[in-house]
Every structure is written in structure tokens, then in C-alpha cells.
């Protein structure tokens, strides 16, 4: 049982600057192999709880102050993310952070750095079939791809590197819906083919859950929910604030919801 | 018809030779942003190396050669761990303040070591590298210059575009987080730029040496010329690094031999400011990539 953990964060604290407190004890568990998705508002600590585990803090004068985290039970708290990630953490930044002036391949070939020397032939054609529009590309400008090109790209950058756990923050972030399903389904493929343990920062809990195998709902710093994605799925609380739908299943109407604000603007 | 092909081909030899020099300026630049006031202290430290090498401890000059290249680039790799990594970090301003101390403390140390006369290196260039058209001239020095700088720049070239430490390296100029995220060793790519710059400056040291005799003032103010030329080239761009050298090369000596010596040292600075007001970037500087 406790060799099928990957990661286990352990009533982590994180501060920056030595004085704003960010996560106030956060506690979660990833099993190899699973898919676990961290929902939460904006500000909620999710970015922060992802760059605690990949140690991308530091940078940013960030530090874990309390508690400790444990990959394959070795602890990795405020290590150098050189060190984390040739360990297999690999995270994978929110807004799409590519090389604008580097080409979709030389892109994908940084993504050899915790591997520099061996050979990464299998890998680029690895990636070109999970992500096939970037084969058209791989000779352009990454700067001149488009924002659902540049999804798969850092994607795929980060698959390069053949992570053992790849931290994924938000993914469909500013794309269209048709391409949002692909990305995911793409990720589950990812998941399923390679066995990579994914951890999937979200705002769109309900793609997230449908491909996820557990989940944690994040609020203010702290984990205030957890469960299998099938049972959060069905929660009245998720369902009404993060899946916009009520019980019954029908869109809650904006009047009962803030129905002050309503009364308010009427007077 | 005669003194213009002179001056032309003078004018394209010192430019390779200020594009070579510019070439280790713009290393740097290009990884850390960092603008190297030490530069022309760095080419004649090169400089001072070979002459210790070649005329006081009498190595063969291949071997002389050789052992320059591999102690400036070690040299580069100290400057980096000893002066700059315990910067990572800080605003740019104090980096780039750094290397100004750095300069003074190089120039120091050599007007302590070697004093302020001009020392000569043996000769040892083949004369049959010299060539010669009617009554053109181009002297063995400037031959070899042309020879090394293009050997160096497709070397460089090729190393940039395909080695994958040269990816890695371009990779940590365009995005630090980025390629933090993924495991680029930052620092070891600091170090590395250092140390590519510092050998690069070191060759054209030795060049300089050859043409005009070592002296520690003579060589260190040629490193100021830098700045011309790779603004001229756009700070972030090799190609634009040889052009820029080229031109002011030309632009040096055109002056020099139509117009008059004394405004040689002004045109090239002229010519940078009417340049850059149409082109702010440079002329081959890197167009800001915007998505809209």
C-alpha cells in the first residue's frame, strides 16, 4: 500500500517574502498511475501548492515553511527545481510559457535538459503522434503558433523530458470548448498509454472530473474537500459552485442565488 | 580606383575583426542580459596570456595558442562562479555595475603585472598567407583574421542552432521560468556564456595583439568600439554582430582615407544614431514577437 504513493504533501505551509502566508497546512495524496485534479477559485493556493511540489518557489522567493512533501517517499521540500525535476517532477505552467524564438522542435528538444546526451529520436516522434498539428509546425516559430498549438506544445515539452509525475496547470485556459476536449482527452490517452500520474489544476472542474480519478477541492490555502472525482462529481456543494448546476440537475437561476444583490439594483 | 579597393579591403579585415570581438559581447547578452563592461579588459587579458605563453615561457605557437583558448575560457568559467553567480537574482543594474569594478580591477591588475609599454609578440605568421593584387595588399594578420572569424562563426552557428546545449542556452534567453521549469540548468548556462565569451574575446585579443602591439589602454579602449557595432547589429543577434562590425569597419576606414583621421573615431557613432532612429531594434535586432 505505501509503495503505490507518489506523492504525498504533508500539512504543507507555504510563505513568500517571508511574511504573506499562502497555504496554511495542505495535505494531499497522489497514487502512481492516477489522474488528481485540484479544483479551486481563483487565489485559492493551487498554483502555489503545484510550484511548492516542482520547487519553482524559490524564483520567486517562496518558501515551504512548515510540513513536508515526499515523492516516492524521499522528502523534496525547497529543493532546487534542477534537482526536482531529474527526479521525473515535471510541471508544466499556466499561460502557455514557450519558447517564442525557438522553433516547435527546438521547443520540444529543451525538454531533453534533465536527460541532456541520451537520445530523444523516440520521444519527438512520441509526442508528434499524441499531438499531430505540431508536425505541420515543427519547422515555425513557436512565437507565430497559435494559442491551442501552444497548449500541445508545452504539453508535449514537457512529456519530452519523460516525467514520472507531470503537473499540469490549467491546460484549457483561454481555449475554445472543442479544442478544451481534445487536450483532455488527449491527457487521459497520456495517462492511460504511458501510465504518466497526472496532477490537474483546474477551473473547469467539469472536464476535469470527467477524466480525473480523485479530486481536492481547494479553498483560501486549505484542502476543504476530497474524494473520488465520480463522488465529487455528484456533490451539491461542487455541483452548485464549481459545475454551475443545482441539485435537480437544471441551471440555478441567478435571482435565487444572489437574490440581495437583485433587490438592490431595483430599489 | 586602387586606394578605394585598399581601403575596402582594410575596412572588411578590421570589421571581421571587431565582429569577432562583438561576438563574445553578445553571448552574454543574449543568455543574461547582461552588458559586459569588461569586455576590451577581457581581450587584453587574452592578449597578455599569449604573449606569457608564446614570448616568455617559449611554447611552441600552436600549443601557446591552445592553452589561451582553454585558460580564458576556464578564466570566463571563474569570473562567473567567483563575481556574477552571487548576483543571481539582484536587478540588472548592479550586474552591470559589476563588470564596470571588474574592469578596473583587470586593468589594474595587468598595469601591475605587464606596465603600460607596448610588448611585442614574436613573429610567427607564414608570410605566404599574405595576398596580393597589383598593388593591393592584404598583410598575413588580416588573412588569418578572416580565416579564424569565419572558421569561429559557423562554428558558433552550427553549435547554436543544433547542439542541444546551444538550444538550451537559446532556450534560457527567451524565457528564464520557462526553462527553470523544465530543468535547464540556469547557472551552468550563465557559466557557459561566460566562459564561450571570455575565449572568443581572448582570440581576437591576440589578433588585435598581432596588428598593433599589446598594450593594456590600446586594447581594452578597442573593446569600447564593441558597443557600436552590436548596437548597429541588434545586441541579441550574431548575424547582425558581423554585419554591424563590417560596416563599422568600412565606415572607419572610408573616413580615415577620404575625409579625414581625426573624424574616423566620430562617423561610426554618427551613423550608429541616424541607424537606430530608423531602426530602434538595430538592424538585425530580434522584432518583439506580440500576440494580439
Known amino acids: 500500500m505505501e509503495n503505490n504513493i507518489r506523492l504525498l504533501l504533508n500539512n504543507i505551509s507555504v510563505v513568500y517574502s517571508d511574511v504573506i502566508q499562502v497555504l496554511k497546512g495542505v495535505s494531499l495524496t497522489v497514487k502512481k498511475g492516477q489522474i488528481v485534479s485540484l479544483l479551486g477559485s ?36 525547497n529543493s532546487s527545481p534542477e534537482e526536482i525535476t531529474r527526479k521525473g517532477i515535471i510541471q508544466v505552467l499556466e499561460g502557455r510559457q514557450e519558447f517564442k524564438y525557438l522553433t516547435v522542435e527546438e521547443n520540444l528538444r529543451v525538454g531533453t535538459a534533465t536527460r541532456w546526451g541520451k537520445p530523444f529520436k523516440k520521444d519527438l516522434e512520441m509526442v508528434y503522434h499524441y499531438f499531430p498539428a505540431l508536425l505541420a509546425r515543427k519547422k515555425n516559430l513557436a512565437g507565430y503558433c497559435s494559442g491551442g498549438e501552444l497548449q500541445m506544445l508545452v504539453m508535449g515539452r514537457g512529456l519530452m523530458a519523460q516525467p514520472s509525475l507531470l503537473l499540469l496547470d490549467e491546460p484549457s485556459l483561454g ?7 481534445e487536450i483532455f482527452q488527449i491527457i487521459r490517452r497520456v495517462n492511460q498509454d504511458l501510465g504518466t500520474t497526472l496532477m490537474l489544476v483546474e477551473q473547469n472542474a467539469n472536464m476535469a472530473l470527467q477524466i480525473a480519478h480523485y479530486g481536492y477541492v481547494m479553498e483560501n490555502g486549505k484542502i476543504v474537500m476530497e474524494s473520488d472525482a465520480e463522488a465529487l462529481r455528484e456533490n451539491p456543494d461542487v455541483k452548485e459552485f464549481y459545475l454551475g448546476t443545482a441539485a435537480t440537475g437544471t441551471l440555478k437561476s441567478y435571482k435565487d442565488v444572489k437574490s440581495y444583490k437583485r433587490r438592490k439594483r431595483w430599489l | 580606383m586602387e586606394f578605394f579597393l585598399q581601403l575596402l579591403v582594410n575596412g572588411i579585415s578590421l570589421g571581421f575583426l571587431y565582429a569577432l570581438s562583438a561576438l563574445g559581447f553578445v553571448m552574454i547578452f543574449k543568455s543574461s542580459s547582461v552588458l559586459n563592461f569588461a569586455h576590451g579588459e577581457l581581450l587584453a587579458i587574452g592578449a597578455f596570456m599569449f604573449l606569457v605563453l608564446s614570448a616568455w615561457a617559449k611554447l611552441p605557437i600552436i600549443l601557446a595558442f591552445a592553452l589561451t583558448l582553454i585558460g580564458s575560457f576556464a578564466l570566463g568559467f571563474v569570473i562567473e ?3 556574477l553567480r552571487p548576483l543571481i537574482g539582484e536587478a540588472l543594474i548592479e550586474v552591470i555595475m559589476l563588470t564596470v569594478g571588474l574592469a578596473a580591477m583587470f586593468k ?108 593594456v589602454h590600446q586594447i581594452s579602449s578597442v573593446g569600447l568600439k564593441v558597443f557600436p557595432v552590436v548596437i548597429l547589429g541588434g545586441l541579441d543577434s550574431i548575424g547582425g554582430a558581423i554585419i554591424g562590425g563590417v560596416i563599422i569597419g568600412l565606415l572607419e576606414t572610408f573616413t580615415g582615407g577620404y575625409i579625414s583621421t581625426s573624424l574616423r573615431e566620430v562617423i561610426p557613432y554618427i551613423v550608429l544614431v541616424l541607424i537606430l532612429m530608423v531602426r530602434p531594434y538595430g538592424l538585425f535586432g530580434l522584432v518583439e514577437i506580440e500576440r494580439v
Open chain 2, 108 to 215: 589594474g591588475l595587468m598595469l601591475f603585472i605587464f606596465g603600460g609599454d607596448i610588448h611585442d609578440y614574436p613573429k610567427f605568421l607564414p608570410e605566404g598567407l599574405s595576398m596580393e593584387w597589383g598593388t593591393i595588399q592584404i598583410p598575413s594578420v588580416y588573412v588569418a583574421t578572416f580565416i579564424i572569424g569565419i572558421l569561429f562563426l559557423i562554428i558558433f552557428g552550427l553549435f547554436f542552432k543544433y547542439s542541444s546545449q546551444g538550444i538550451y542556452m537559446r532556450s534560457v534567453a527567451d524565457n528564464q521560468p520557462a526553462a527553470l521549469s523544465l530543468g535547464v540548468h540556469v547557472k551552468r548556462v550563465f557559466a557557459m556564456s561566460w566562459a564561450i565569451a571570455a575565449l572568443v574575446c581572448a582570440m581576437s585579443g591576440v589578433v588585435l595583439g598581432i596588428i598593433n602591439g599589446i598594450n
Open chain 1, 175 to 181: 481555449l475554445a470548448p472543442l479544442l478544451v476536449k
Open chain 1, 42 to 77: 481563483n487565489g485559492a493556493g493551487k498554483t502555489t501548492t503545484l510550484k511548492a511540489i516542482s520547487g519553482l518557489l524559490k524564483p520567486e522567493n517562496g518558501k515551504v515553511t512548515e510540513g513536508s512533501i515526499e515523492y516516492d517517499g524521499k522528502p523534496v521540500q
Open chain 2, 81 to 83: 562562479r567567483l563575481f
